[in-house]
C-alpha cells in the first residue's frame, strides 16, 4: 500500500465509525487545490508540485521536499496527513505540502537557490500568511526558508517573513525550530510512556535515520529520558552498540554516523534490532505487511511521515506493537512552525524556553487525549488521532 491509499484507507475507516456518509468522506480526500508546474534552471527542468488540501481550520501549512521521488500521489498524501496533523494536535492551521522532483545534492548551490526562487514565482498569488505557509521538509532546510521568504517579499513588498517558517534565526525563524521534530518526538515517547506506566529509563531504542530528525531525537531522549540507544542506522550502515551508542557530546552533522562507536551491520537490519523502541526517522513506505514480521520492538515511533503502511499498522497492533502515529510523533516540527508564524505576526521573538514550553504543553496534550481515545475506542492510537481529527476538520 502506497502512502496515499494507507492515509485514505485510515480516513474511511475512522468516518465510517464515526457515521460520516460516503460524501463527505469523499470531500475530505480531495484537495482543496492542485497545482503542478516546472521549475527550468539553465536547460534543467524539474517538475513542481504545492497541494493544498484544506484551510478549512486556517492556512494552508506543511513542508517543500526536494527529492527526486516526490510525485503528485506523494505530495496529495503528504497534504492530507498535514491537515490530519494540524487538527490532532489542535493548531489552527490547515494542511498542504510541496515537493520539486530532484536531488539537490547532485547540483549546486545557485541552482537550489534559483529552484528555491522560481516555486515561489511559480505559485506567488496562492501563498502568504493567511494563505498558505510553507515550510522545510526533506532535503530542504532554513537557507532554502530564506531564499524563499526573500522571493516573496521582492515579489509582494510583504515584509512581515510570516509566509514562510523554519526561517534562519537572523530572518525571523523561532528559537528551537531546528530541534523541534526530535525533541516532539521525544515528548511523545516520554507522554505515551506516562500514560502506560512505562519507565523510560534504561528503555533500549534502535533509530531508523539520524538526519537532523533522527539525531535530535536521539540525543534528547538519552539526555532527557534515559534511554539506551542501541543502534542507529542512515542508508548505508547500522552501527550497534549493546551498551548504548552515544549521543551526547555530538552536535548534528551529515557526518554524525561515522562518529558513532559500534558494530557495523547491513543498513535495513536496523528494522529487526532487539529493542524495547523502533523510532522510524527516515522516510515514509519503510514497513509493509511482508516485512512488519522482522519488528521485534513493543513500541514503534513514527518520526518520518507514513512509515508504516495500513496493513502493516493493523498487523503490528494486533501483535501489540503499538504504534506512536506520525501524525502526532512528528508534529513538534509544525507546532513550532505555528509558534513561529505567530511570533512573526506579533513582531515578536520568544526565548527557546517560551517556545518548548509551549511546544511541550500542545504536543503532550495531543498525545494524552490520543491514548485516552484509543483505549476507548479500542482501536490503535493511529486511528484514535485520525478519529479525533477528523471532528474538528468537519
Ligand atoms: N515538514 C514538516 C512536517 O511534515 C513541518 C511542516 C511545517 O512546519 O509546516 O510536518
Redesign the pocket.
Known amino acids: 500500500m502506497n502512502m496515499l491509499e494507507s492515509a485514505e484507507a485510515l480516513i474511511r475507516r475512522s468516518a465510517k465509525k464515526l457515521g460520516w456518509s460516503d460524501a463527505d468522506v469523499e470531500e475530505l480526500l480531495t484537495p482543496e487545490q492542485v497545482h503542478e508546474f516546472e521549475v527550468t534552471v539553465g536547460d534543467i527542468t524539474h517538475q513542481a508540485y504545492r497541494v493544498q488540501h484544506s484551510n478549512k481550520r486556517g492556512p494552508y501549512?506543511?513542508?517543500i521536499?526536494f527529492h527526486p521521488h516526490v510525485d503528485i500521489d506523494e505530495v496529495r498524501a503528504?497534504a492530507t496527513?498535514?491537515s490530519i496533523?494540524c487538527a490532532a494536535v489542535n493548531i489552527p492551521?490547515g494542511g498542504g505540502?510541496g515537493g520539486v522532483a530532484f536531488d539537490p545534492r547532485e547540483y549546486d548551490e545557485e541552482h537550489v537557490e534559483e529552484v528555491a526562487r522560481q516555486y515561489v514565482r511559480a505559485l506567488q498569488e496562492h501563498i502568504g500568511p493567511d494563505k498558505d505557509?510553507?515550510?522545510?521538509?526533506?532535503n530542504t532546510n532554513s537557507q532554502v526558508m530564506d531564499w524563499m521568504v526573500d522571493e516573496y517579499e521582492v515579489l509582494t513588498g510583504d515584509s512581515t517573513k510570516s509566509s514562510f517558517?523554519?526561517k534562519g534565526l537572523d530572518n525571523g525563524g523561532s528559537e528551537g525550530r531546528d530541534m523541534a521534530?526530535g525533541r516532539g518526538g521525544m515528548i511523545a515517547l516520554r507522554e505515551y510512556c506516562k500514560a502506560n506506566n512505562i519507565d523510560t529509563n534504561g528503555l533500549t531504542v534502535a533509530v531508523q535515520g539520524v538526519g537532523n530528525v533522527g539525531f535530535y531525537f536521539a540525543k534528547l531522549a538519552q539526555k532527557e529520558l534515559g534511554v539506551k540507544v542501541i543502534a542507529a542506522a542512515n542508508s548505508k550502515v547500522t552501527k550497534y552498540n549493546q551498551d548504548g551508542l552515544d549521543f551526547s557530546s555530538l552536535e548534528f552533522s551529515r557526518k554524525v554516523m561515522d562518529e558513532l562507536t559500534g558494530e557495523e551491520r547491513p543498513s535495513n537490519e536496523i528494522i529487526q534490532v532487539d529493542a524495547d523502541v523502533l523510532v522510524f526517522a527516515a522516510l515514509g513506505e519503510v514497513i509493509d505487511a511482508e516485512n512488519q514480521s522482522d519488528i521485534h520492538a513493543c513500541v514503534a515511533l513514527e518520526l518520518a511521515?507514513g512509515p508504516i503502511d495500513d496493513d502493516a499498522l493493523q498487523q503490528l497492533e494486533a501483535r501489540d506493537v503499538r504504534v506512536i502515529p506520525d501524525v502526532i510523533a512528528?508534529?513538534g516540527?509544525?507546532i513550532?512552525?505555528?509558534l513561529e508564524w505567530q511570533q512573526n505576526r506579533a513582531g515578536e521573538h520568544w526565548s527557546e524556553e517560551t517556545v518548548n514550553t509551549k511546544l511541550d504543553e500542545i504536543l503532550g496534550k495531543a498525545v494524552h487525549e490520543a491514548e485516552k481515545r484509543a483505549k476507548k475506542d479500542e482501536v490503535p492510537m493511529k486511528e484514535a488521532a485520525f478519529s479525533l481529527a477528523l471532528e474538528r476538520l468537519v
Open positions: 501549512k506543511g513542508g521536499r503528504l496527513l498535514m496533523k492551521l505540502k505557509v510553507p515550510a522545510p521538509d526533506v517558517t523554519g521534530t511521515n512528528n508534529a516540527g509544525v513550532v512552525s505555528y
